[in-house]
């Protein structure tokens, strides 16, 4: 799993408010910092559904652009 930036209050506290709605708006899918919510991903990477999966990464950023701030 490649997660992106996680809406944590950790990353509010490094982070200033500027930086994170710079942040939010490269997000598309949600168009903020996503909340911790893996468990679905987790959930299908431990299962037989995902058995024939092998070197793959699983970008979790809500479609998020990349570019500098």
Known sequence: MA???IGTDTLRGIL???T???LK???PWVG???R???AGV???LASEAASY???VVLDITGGRLEFFL
Do not use: T
């Open 20 to 22: 994170l709605e710079k």
């Open 16 to 18: 200033p408010p500027a």
């Open 42 to 44: 987790v959930a299908f």
């Open 25 to 27: 708006q490269q997000i």
């Open 32 to 34: 903020s910092a996503s």
């Open 53 to 55: 999966l092998n070197g």
């Open 3 to 5: 997660p992106g930036f």
């Open 36 to 38: 911790p919510r893996w």
